[in-house]
């Protein structure tokens, strides 16, 4: 009897992209495979197409040659429409600005998500405040003001609102850069057991190499030759 393949998360294969103008491949990622609650760290410099590979991974832009699927649809044939509806349904996103909307309270904020992806509000509404909860952001505090609260407190509601829908792929883009070393550390273990409860793999991009030990993948973008490694 032979195995059943693999159902991956993230399947790509032999990626390559350039932005128009340009005289050779500026992204070329010959291979990577994540399975579901896998969780891969990814580093570079400024300018080494981190962002451009975030930007292929969500579906933003698509590539020139090679196929990237998620949870088993070709992304990389989608329509532009179609992307956006994958995404709002099976990817989450921690930007490192944070992106929440100031004068909206904490509730909406986490809700917004369950709002672009057409699902219910009201059935997602104990979910966002069990979130909120559990990563530390008690009941009273849900109808405040995003503005009002401190950065820290922002940090747990853009991971809530990630989370929310138990996205399949979770996208955080350097969201901890301007913290010190033990705020750093708290939010990395709030977001990966948070991400580990929902059973969602984690692409994590920074340049802080001490995040690493989070990890069970490695990616260096300054060496896509060898591709993902062991941790």
């Given amino acids: 009897m032979t195995d059943k393949?693999?159902?991956?998360?993230?399947?790509?294969?032999?990626?390559?992209?350039?932005?128009?103008?340009?005289?050779?491949?500026?992204?070329q990622l010959p291979g990577l495979q994540l399975e579901a609650g896998q969780h891969l760290f990814v580093r570079g410099a400024s300018g080494s197409g981190k962002t451009t590979l975030l930007n292929l991974l969500s579906g933003i832009t698509t590539p020139h040659q090679g196929e990237l699927w998620l949870q088993q649809q070709p992304m990389h044939r989608l329509s532009a429409s179609k992307r956006d509806t994958l995404r709002a349904q099976q990817i989450g996103?921690?930007?490192?600005?944070?992106n929440l909307i100031p004068y909206?309270?904490?509730?909406?904020?986490v809700l917004l998500v369950a709002r672009f992806a057409g699902q219910s509000i009201s059935a997602s509404e104990e979910r966002a405040s069990q979130l909120l909860s559990r990563l530390g952001l008690v009941e009273s505090i849900h109808q405040r003001?995003?503005?009002e609260l401190s950065v820290g407190q922002q940090q747990r509601v853009a991971i809530a609102r990630a989370l929310l829908l138990r996205p399949a792929l979770l996208i955080a883009?350097?969201?901890?850069?301007?913290?010190?070393?033990?705020?750093?550390?708290?939010?990395m273990q709030l977001m990966l057991a948070e991400a580990n409860d929902s059973g969602t793999t984690v692409i994590f991009v920074s340049h802080d190499t001490a995040l690493r030990q989070y990890f069970h993948w490695y990616l260096d973008m300054e060496q896509l030759a060898q591709g993902v490694q062991a941790c």
């Avoid at 393949?5 to 992204?27: A, E, H, T």
């Avoid at 909206?104 to 904020?109: G, P, Q, Y």
Wanted: hydrophobic share 45%.
């Fill in 173 to 187: 883009d350097e969201p901890t850069s301007a913290l010190d070393a033990d705020n750093r550390d708290a939010f």
């Fill in 93 to 98: 996103v921690v930007f490192q600005q944070l």
């Fill in 145 to 147: 003001a995003a503005a």
């Fill in 5 to 27: 393949p693999k159902k991956y998360v993230i399947d790509l294969k032999n990626l390559q992209f350039r932005w128009p103008g340009s005289s050779g491949w500026q992204l």
């Fill in 104 to 109: 909206l309270s904490v509730i909406d904020n």
